[in-house]
Structures are given as C-alpha cells and as structure tokens.
C-alpha cells in the first residue's frame, strides 16, 4: 500500500475538522450544559447526540469483533460510500475500478464527485480474476470496489481473489459485505488487522431488519477511521438512530433467529423456482435474495406488480437480462409470489 497520505486528497490531509461544543471538554465529569445553545427543555431530544457514537461503538464492538476505534458510523452505508470518493479521489483527476454488474451506489456517488468509475465485467459464474481488476486500475486509482456477496447477482466472490486484490493494490480497496451474514465465507472484517488498505462495509438495513434507521458501518484502521470521522458532518448519526441501534444490538440473538428463518425459506423458494416452467435459471446465493432467469422478466414483472407484488426487474442491468431479483420474505409474502408464477400463463 502507499502512504496514506499519497492516497489522501491534500485538502482533505491538511484539513482542520469542525470542532463541536461537545467534543472541547472531553472526558472530564459534566452536570450543566450551557456549552452548545441548545433548549434545556424538551427532553430528550433537546440535545445534540455523541459525535463519535462511542456507546453504540462499544455495543457494536462485541457483536462485529472490531475495536471501536476502528469503526465508522454513517447514514446508511450511503454515507459510507460516499465519503471515500470525497476522501480520497481528485475530482476530473483520480480514478475508481469496481466490478459490473453490481451495487447502484458506487457509481452514482462517483458521478456525484466528478470521478472516473471504471469497471471490470464478471465472468459467467460471476466472479472476477483478480489480475482482471489489477490491470485496470493505474497510478491514479485510488479504490477498487467489491461487494461480496453481490448485489444484484447474490454470490460470494472467491476469497482468493479478493485477497489477492488487497495485497497486491496499492490503494484503497472497499469491500461491501452488507449481506455478510447470509452468507457461508467468513466475513472479510476478521482479517481487518492484516491488511491496512481494506476498508469493510456492513449495514443495519438488511439481516438487522433496520433500513428505517439508517446505519451503515464502515470498518478499517485507526488511521482510516480518523479521517472519515474528520471529513463527515459532525452529528450525521442522529439520537433517535443510535438509541434505536442500541435496542437492536442488545438482541443479537433475534438477528440469529431471522437470519436462520430467511435461510430456510430461501432454500425453498429457490428450489419452488428450479421448478417453475417459466424460470430458466436460479443463480447460487449467499444473500437474503437470488437472481433468477425468467422466459420474459419484462411481462412476468409486469403481471407481478398487477397482483400488488414487486420484484426487482434486472432485464436491464449488463449480463443480467431477463433475470428477477428476489428478495426474501415472509413465508406467506413467498407463497402469495409462488402462488401467482404458478398461475401466470
Ligand atoms: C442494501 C445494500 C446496502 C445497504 O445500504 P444502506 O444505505 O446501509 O441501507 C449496502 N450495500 C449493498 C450492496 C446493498 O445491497
């Protein structure tokens, strides 16, 4: 890896962050609060929430196995996302690499800052050599981009791969694992401390069942970690986000239970599907939803949102044509699916 500070974006290097009415007194004992122009009343959301989130950090520690100094919150894992483009890439100058097809958001927050986004096609199996990725990257990539397992395509990527990329990178490289705990590979977080450019992403909004709160994580070394919490908005998790968090974080065997349940109805409805005249091909998944190829995705989409039931339609999206994605429900939301592909002439 380079030095980070060859990775930074000067600006950013040199920056001097916001420094809160909160976070001047640090660590010593307080009673009254007269500090940061708030309302006395109105508890308790009168008061500005914990910049750095320590208590959730400590919380969420246990549950990831990741020291709190090593862990970023953010608004959703858009925030996360985002963040490294604004950290690390030079508008119109500095490059990203990341596979198609996959999560949305990677582009879109290139786009945004005025980045290069390039990308390397998955093969058939979709996975990717690792020299694939490496030869397109050059002195200007700053991130390689990989989420495992895929959206919308639902595989683990090989693991030797992914390593090799980390290793022989000499940038940044993010690895979004936001259905991590669908999946059968160990997640990549526990292998955190040997490689000092990878920056993991997990999420609340999928296995936790919190997509209404809004916390992404983003996991990686302290030096990392400093600088996101430097360039981030100062209170950019609210109150009611982190209380809530907390809630759900106290209950990880809840999570276990769900998960245990979405992985049983997924072996079903994959195996319902394998069945169904009108499905070509079911793709393995290690996420809380698979891909499945359709004889027409368009008009079996269409007949399906008819029936007040919505897929997400792929047809569109490169190697991915004429595929539904469809994401795990309830035992009942999965038979009512069932029901109307069995009845669709
Ligand atoms: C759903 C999803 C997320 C979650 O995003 P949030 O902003 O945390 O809700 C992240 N990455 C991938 C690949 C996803 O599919």
């Not at 044509?321 to 429900?329: A, F, H, K, M, Y």
């Amino acid at each position: 890896m380079r030095d980070l500070q060859e990775l930074v974006r000067p600006n950013i290097w040199s920056l001097a962050p916001y420094s809160s009415a909160r976070n001047e007194y640090a660590g010593r004992e307080a009673r009254v609060f007269l500090d940061a122009n708030e309302n006395p009343y109105n508890k308790p959301f009168n008061r500005y929430p914990d910049p750095l989130q320590l208590e959730l950090k400590e919380a969420l520690s246990k549950v990831k196995g990741v020291r709190p100094e090593c862990i970023f919150l953010g608004n959703g894992s858009d925030e996360a996302i985002d963040l490294p483009y604004r950290i690390f890439c030079r508008p119109g100058v500095d490059n990203v690499v990341a596979i198609e097809p996959t999560y949305g958001m990677y582009k879109v927050c290139a786009d945004v800052n005025d980045v290069e986004y390039r990308t390397v096609l998955l093969d058939d199996d979709f996975q990717v050599p690792a020299d694939e990725l490496l030869a397109a990257c050059d002195d200007n990539t700053k991130i390689v981009w990989l989420c495992s397992p895929n959206n919308p395509t639902g595989n683990c990527l090989r693991r030797e791969e992914v390593v090799k990329v980390i290793e022989e990178f000499r940038g940044i490289v993010i690895v979004d694992e936001a259905y991590s705990d669908f999946a059968s590979q160990q997640p990549l977080r526990a292998d955190l401390g040997k490689y000092p450019n990878l920056v993991v992403l997990n999420t609340m909004s999928k296995a936790w069942g919190c997509a209404a709160i809004r916390l992404g994580m983003a996991f990686a070394s302290e030096e990392i970690i400093d600088i996101f919490n430097k360039v981030k908005y100062p209170y950019n998790v609210n109150q009611l986000t982190q209380l809530q968090a907390l809630e759900a974080v106290k209950d990880p065997f809840e999570v276990d239970k769900w998960v245990r349940t979405l992985l049983q109805e997924r072996a079903r409805m994959v195996d319902a599907f394998k069945l169904l005249p009108i499905c070509n091909h079911v793709y393995p998944t290690d996420a809380n939803f698979f891909l499945a190829r359709m004889t027409d995705a368009m008009q079996i989409y269409n007949y399906l949102v008819d029936r007040g039931i919505i897929v997400r339609n792929r047809n569109r999206v490169k190697l991915c044509q004429n595929c539904l994605r469809i994401t795990i429900g309830t035992k009942s939301e999965n038979n009512e699916l069932l029901a109307a592909l069995r009845q669709y002439k």
